[in-house]
């Protein structure tokens, strides 16, 4: 290691500019591009997070510190697995016998096929949960001759609030369970419950709005009962590999603080296991074109921007700019927990409805921790954890703007000929967001704050 340790290292910012208005201007300035959408986001990230050192606010020692490889390798890991599993059609399987299992009847579709996104969404990641159901939703309504957005809708929906439900449903999670300390049985002990209740109460106003309304003729009910979902099913092998490495890395999750490993350890893991068992009997040519295709299914925009956003944050974390932050929301709030903690996932809602709830979240992280000794320890932080998770990634059902698992839908449908418009969605799902965020304050403060 070249020039001063990490542990040791303090700003020295050119031409002797305070550090946290440097820090602070990089900063903003970064969020704004990223905002705008007019360069690819990880990109700025990247350009931010060189800013940073080039500015003398961290050297790249510290820099690569600033940087949650848990929640790296978390993602990266699940996105290998997935990018495996999906081959084998087994989303489109699960997505035909549940709209059989109903008798192809419109509103029992609807369910079927909301529970199925929840599902998915809550132990994979809600993006690629809505790129297999989605397409399949299209296929059924056009045959079943209803119109697709009452089901497109409550799938976006159900994709976000199922993927609040766990640790690894959606990477605000990941984060903070990374950050905080906090494993996939502590998601599923604290998370879950509210998120049931949350589902429950959002099925009533769709059916109020939409699901009294679905008819179909016995016609078109039949022309879906016809579907064989065995016909999805594209490589029984891969299926029952994919099925067995997913329960062993679910397993290894809910073990993972007995064993004393990290939740990326075991994503890791489960992928290159199911790569050796996927190319096993393959040639050696074949296994590097099968291994490569895989590699290449990750997203490698969303992982370099979080290398990035990871570093422009800890820039100002170290220049002091986000413990100033927390002094200042502590004297609006009183230094009160319940008003701590309802502001945190209020905030986080709102903003997550409008903005990336990735580059919020990860801003949030260290701006929460540092309210720790304020508080009474780390210990005493869980409130506000539950809060930012509940409330960033109920938010991202705001606008369709709020979530990627949103505009892929929106994507789909528009190539349909069935656009979802913005103002439209607006007014209808922001009100839904609205009520679940009311659901979770009211489940947060009687549960953690009474």
Not at 2 to 7: D, K, N, Q, V, W
Not at 100 to 113: E, F
Not at 121 to 138: E, G, Q
Not at 395 to 422: D, K
Request: glycine share 8%.
């Amino acid at each position: 290691m070249h020039g001063e340790a990490a542990g040791t290292w303090l700003p020295k910012v050119i031409f002797g500019w305070d550090p946290l208005w440097v820090s602070s201007i990089l900063f903003v300035a970064t969020y704004v591009v990223i905002i705008t959408e007019r360069v690819n986001r990880a990109i700025v990230s990247l350009l931010g997070a060189g800013a940073m050192i080039f500015a003398g606010i961290l050297n790249q020692q510290t820099a690569i510190r600033g940087i949650d490889f848990n929640t790296l390798g978390l993602l990266t890991g699940m996105m290998v697995i997935v990018a495996v599993t999906r081959r084998c059609g087994v989303f489109q399987y699960v997505a035909i016998w549940s709209a059989k299992k109903v008798d192809a009847r419109p509103w029992g579709i609807l369910l079927m096929l909301s529970m199925v996104t929840a599902l998915f969404s809550s132990f994979l990641d809600n993006v690629t949960t809505v790129l297999l159901i989605a397409p399949v939703t299209l296929l059924i309504t056009e045959e079943l001759g209803v119109h697709p957005y009452p089901f497109l809708f409550s799938e976006i929906l159900f994709s976000n609030i199922g993927g609040t439900a766990t640790l690894i449903g959606d990477p605000p999670n990941i984060m903070i369970g990374s950050a905080a300390h906090l494993s996939f049985v502590d998601f599923l002990l604290n998370l879950t419950p509210v998120v049931l209740i949350i589902m429950a109460a959002t099925l009533v106003p769709i059916y109020l709005f939409y699901g009294r309304k679905l008819r179909a003729t016995e016609e078109a009910r039949q022309r879906v009962l016809k579907f064989d979902e065995r016909e999805a099913i594209t490589d029984p092998r891969l299926l029952k590999q994919s099925l067995a490495v997913l329960s062993l890395v679910i397993l290894g999750f809910v073990l993972a603080h007995i064993l004393h490993v990290e939740p990326a350890t075991v994503a890791m893991f489960g992928a290159a296991l199911l790569l050796l068992l996927d190319n096993w009997t393959r040639k050696s040519e074949d296994q590097s074109r099968n291994v490569h295709h895989a590699f290449s299914e990750v997203e490698w925009v969303t992982i370099f921007f979080f290398v990035g956003l990871f570093i422009v944050v800890h820039g100002i974390d170290r220049a002091g700019v986000l413990t100033i932050m927390a002094h200042e929301v502590l004297a609006l709030t009183g230094g009160s927990m319940a008003v701590t903690a309802m502001t945190v996932m209020w905030v986080s809602a709102v903003a997550s409805s409008i903005v990336d709830n990735i580059p919020f979240v990860a801003t949030m992280i260290p701006l929460i921790k540092s309210m720790a000794p304020s508080f009474g320890g780390t210990h005493q932080l869980l409130p506000l954890w539950w809060s930012l998770a509940l409330g960033a990634c109920l938010g991202g059902n705001g606008s369709i703007i709020g979530a990627s698992a949103n505009l892929i839908v929106a994507g789909f449908s528009e190539r349909a000929g069935y656009p979802i418009r913005f103002i439209p969605f607006l007014l209808q799902a922001f009100p839904l967001m609205l009520l679940s965020v009311a659901i979770a304050s009211a489940y947060v403060y009687a549960r953690y704050l009474m």
